[in-house]
């Protein structure tokens, strides 16, 4: 197993309140990929099952891959209902699955937090001839509003703030591994409603913050709730948008 740099143990039980992938998004992709009943998706860092479950809904089997224990767990009580998925430790760089054996590769937020080469490699070996590579991120729109409000007010207590390769093209990126025959990039916008509490208790399982924090993680997400709490409205509404990045293996 490779060595894991991004622990999401301590936010594993946060994790569920955050925002589903578009559903619009997910059905653009099963179209073009041609997934039916018997297809095979090999969800590579698949966390509590956000995309595991989307693919499931299509009656898709998948096989979600997580290196962690406690998201594996979370995902395995999440996904209960779902026979169409199975659980495997692993990670994306070392899935330890059968050769040839999925029509897709799927990485949901988990592509820009694993060795891309390595995990490029693994996808090819598992992935049959002519299969799919699938990366997918939400992204909240940081433009408007509260999430505006909350941006600015991360960036004033952290310098230099960023959310890294999640929020960058990767389009010449996976046109230039020579692997793909096509890259197609998709993009859907939505809005989420949550509950104050739900909002709050989503922050605590936001990796890149709490990386870029250090000891001042806990104190940062205080000042969120804060800013949260001071909302007239019981319901937050939260613009975000799924974009993906599929691309057909030569």
Aim: aromatic content about 12%; overall charge neutral.
């Amino acid at each position: 197993m490779p060595e894991i740099t991004w622990d999401y143990t301590d936010l594993a039980s946060s994790y569920h309140k955050r925002a589903p992938y578009s559903p619009r998004l997910i059905e653009k992709v099963v179209k073009k990929a041609e997934l039916h009943e018997k297809s095979v998706v090999c969800d590579m860092g698949a966390g509590t099952g956000f995309l595991s479950r989307e693919f499931a809904k299509k009656g898709v089997s998948v096989n979600a891959i997580e290196p962690n224990q406690q998201m594996r767990e979370q995902g395995q009580l999440q996904c209960g209902h779902w026979p169409h998925i199975n659980w495997f430790k692993g990670a994306a760089e070392n899935s330890q699955q059968p050769d040839n054996s999925a029509d897709l590769i799927s990485f949901g937020s988990s592509f820009n937090v694993v060795d891309k080469e390595l995990a490029l490699r693994e996808s090819l070996r598992v992935c049959k001839s002519g299969g799919w590579f699938l990366a997918v991120w939400n992204h909240r729109d940081l433009t408007q509003g509260l999430q505006a409000q909350i941006e600015g007010y991360i960036n004033s207590k952290i310098v230099d703030y960023r959310y890294g390769t999640r929020r960058q093209d990767h389009t010449d990126y996976l046109i230039e591994t020579g692997l793909f025959s096509e890259v197609k990039v998709y993009k859907e916008e939505f809005l989420f409603k949550q509950t104050q509490d739900d909002v709050i208790q989503a922050w605590y399982s936001h990796a890149t913050l709490q990386r870029q924090a250090g000891p001042k993680y806990i104190d940062i997400l205080k000042g969120i709730e804060n800013i949260i709490r001071k909302q007239t409205n019981a319901i937050i509404t939260t613009p975000f948008y799924s974009q993906a990045w599929l691309a057909q293996f030569k």
